[in-house]
């Protein structure tokens, strides 16, 4: 099945930095969200976007939906260590009956 | 994980055995999705039900597994004669309408199969 690209696939910063990952795919949604997940746990849901060229902020998180609609961008600002997991992108189509589609994932790792 | 509920959190099962995965919705939802997580991987999205309805099954094996969301009681993932290939998180997450992008997810059920 379909799979977005996520990049970078693991990062390793210095708390305070800023960060920034993407996600790409071959075709086109109507929205986009990010999703964080820690060790052990189910995705929670960080930011959506629902239109194309939109930019959204979330405390220190800013994404933005792609104004290809085929890729989006999360960025987040001077880093803590809880920041740590996986951030997971996902693209959803009105007309794929409410499925998900996600990406392949961006492991952040914090180092004090 | 807002208030989704899956169980068990850890399933080990033999190979051939049956596994059943239950996941009770947040309240006032009616809608489910199964997603099957592989290790290092994303989730993959399986099937999608309302109460006493499966709406999409792309994602599902053909065989050997089978989901279902009664009436009453939780929603069921059945995986039966399990194989190795089958270990992984299986997600569950609920919405309160049809065709929501806002899905919320539980914990997760790990399976193991030895």
């Known amino acids: 099945g379909q799979q977005l690209n996520q990049s970078p696939q693991s990062m390793f910063i210095q708390e305070g930095e800023d960060v920034s990952m993407n996600c790409t795919s071959s075709?086109?949604?109507?929205?986009w969200l990010w999703y964080k997940q820690d060790p052990g746990e189910g995705p929670v849901l960080l930011i959506a976007?629902?239109?194309?060229?939109e930019l959204t902020s979330n405390g220190r998180l800013t994404a933005q939906f792609g104004i290809t609609r085929k890729d989006s961008f999360l960025n987040i600002s001077a880093s803590i260590p809880s920041d740590v997991g996986i951030y997971f992108c996902?693209?959803?189509?009105?007309?794929?009956?409410?499925?998900?589609?996600f990406g392949t994932g961006t492991r952040l790792q914090v180092t004090l | 994980n807002a208030g989704v509920m899956q169980n068990p959190r850890h399933l080990v099962r033999r190979r051939g055995q049956e596994a059943r995965l239950r996941c009770s919705p947040m309240?006032?939802?009616?809608?489910v999705y199964w997603y099957r997580q592989l290790p290092e991987e994303g989730l993959k999205f399986m099937v999608y039900?309302?109460?006493?309805?499966?709406?999409?099954e792309s994602g599902m094996p053909k065989e050997r597994f089978s989901a279902e969301f009664p009436k009453e009681g939780p929603s069921i993932l059945r995986i039966q004669q399990v194989v190795r290939g089958d270990s992984a998180a299986y997600f569950c997450?609920?919405?309160?309408?049809?065709?929501?992008?806002?899905?919320?997810f539980g914990p997760g059920t790990r399976l193991t199969v030895l």
């Open positions: 075709s086109i949604f109507n929205t």
């Open positions: 309240k006032g939802h009616s809608h």
């Open positions: 976007l629902y239109k194309a060229g």
């Open positions: 997450a609920s919405s309160r309408t049809s065709g929501s992008e806002t899905q919320y």
């Open positions: 039900l309302q109460k006493e309805n499966i709406i999409d």
């Open positions: 996902a693209g959803f189509y009105t007309g794929t009956a409410s499925k998900l589609t």
